[in-house]
């Protein structure tokens, strides 16, 4: 076992203790919010289990994001305290096993086989990556080394636009050993943040757009990025999520079938949808603000606009703000 710095254990220890966490949905609550990235924690109930959850807007296509995801030999340039990555048994491109050994700071390396399950859902533009722990592939137990055997998690892409996607990463693992729990955690605890951190800078590297040239998730996304019909599905989808009143925003997106046509001619341009989810929160305040005055001042309010868009980028269920909370905290 790796020898313990006590200074540095008690530190750890005695953050985790002192840190004063505000909760929300779901019982996560927000442990940072720096540089366009967003992580939560909760405990897991029944047990003594921690999850993880970071979000974040990345400026790619989502099928560059997944090329990325693919690219095993590349892990340990972005994926937390990840010392090698290898796929073990591949079904398709998309499913397989892997074996990661990862080399975290204080307590012994740790190795788990993870199964990787991935659905590309193009009409609601998203992709999902399931990973957890299986044993149909057996691997021998190094020495020094634990094994994890209880991990699962997931990566989520969501379409912002055509150039541009939210990241989520999700993540629920017993850190095994001997080592108390709360010691582990406290060196796990970054894990999705600074996975994602590192993935951004990655995910810009040129090999990527060129292995999605002309793949299939390209040509089934364009296919939809160009149509009404999924426009509207993916882009409303998005607007009412982060909305209270859901026949108000139903009724805007219902009458406003010039902008989503705008969207489409544009192949789901990232400015294009921007523009029009700006526009629509404006229709919205009109609608939820009875004194017309009030109304504009607030529809002229640029930090409030800047705070919805970065709600629209960052949203997820571990998420309490919506468009009427921010509107609430500008009003007189």
């Known amino acids: 076992m790796k020898k313990i710095n006590i200074g540095v254990m008690t530190l750890l220890l005695f953050c985790l203790c002192a840190t004063d966490f505000a909760y929300a949905a779901g019982g996560w609550a927000k442990v940072k919010d720096s540089g366009g990235i967003?992580?939560?924690?909760?405990?897991?109930?029944?047990t003594n289990l921690m999850e993880y959850m970071a979000v974040t807007k990345i400026d790619v296509k989502m099928e560059?994001?997944?090329e990325a995801l693919r690219d095993m030999a590349q892990y340990p340039k972005?994926?937390?305290?990840?010392?090698?990555?290898?796929?073990?048994?591949?079904?398709?491109?998309?499913?397989?096993?892997?074996?990661?050994?990862?080399?975290?700071?204080?307590?012994?390396?740790?190795?788990?086989?993870?199964?990787?399950e991935t659905l590309y859902d193009y009409e609601n533009g998203l992709a999902k990556i399931t990973f957890y722990h299986t044993d149909e592939v057996k691997i021998p137990l190094k020495k020094r080394h634990v094994r994890i055997v209880l991990m699962n998690g997931s990566f989520q892409i969501e379409c912002l636009g055509r150039n541009k996607a939210k990241f989520i990463y999700q993540l629920k693992v017993d850190p095994a050993g001997d080592i108390p729990k709360k010691v582990a955690y406290a060196v796990m605890q970054y894990y999705p943040f600074n996975s994602i951190k590192n993935l951004k800078n990655i995910v810009t590297d040129s090999k990527y757009a060129g292995m999605a040239k002309g793949s299939e998730d390209e040509k089934q996304i364009n296919i939809r990025s160009f149509r009404e019909a999924?426009?509207?599905?993916?882009?409303g989808d998005s607007m009412m999520k982060v909305v209270r009143n859901k026949t108000a925003m139903q009724a805007i997106l219902d009458t406003d079938?010039?902008?989503?046509?705008?969207?489409?001619?544009?192949g789901s341009a990232?400015?294009?949808?921007?523009?029009?989810?700006?526009?629509m929160i404006d229709k919205y305040i009109d609608k939820i603000v009875a004194d017309?005055?009030?109304?504009?001042?607030?529809?002229n309010n640029q930090k409030l606009h800047n705070e919805v868009t970065d709600l629209l980028h960052t949203?997820?269920?571990?998420?309490?703000?919506?468009?009427?909370?921010?509107i609430a905290r500008y009003r007189k």
């Not at 990232?270 to 526009?279: P, R, V």
């Open 257 to 266: 079938s010039e902008s989503i046509k705008n969207i489409a001619l544009s």
């Open 64 to 66: 560059v994001i997944g």
């Open 292 to 299: 017309k005055k009030e109304a504009e001042t607030l529809k």
């Open 78 to 116: 972005w994926l937390s305290d990840c010392e090698s990555a290898r796929i073990e048994k591949k079904y398709d491109r998309n499913n397989y096993v892997m074996y990661i050994v990862q080399n975290p700071f204080l307590i012994d390396r740790r190795d788990i086989v993870l199964k990787n």
């Open 230 to 235: 999924s426009v509207k599905k993916i882009f």
């Open 315 to 326: 949203y997820t269920e571990a998420e309490d703000d919506t468009v009427d909370s921010i």
């Open 270 to 279: 990232y400015e294009i949808i921007n523009k029009t989810a700006n526009s």
């Open 38 to 46: 967003k992580l939560y924690e909760r405990s897991v109930p029944g």
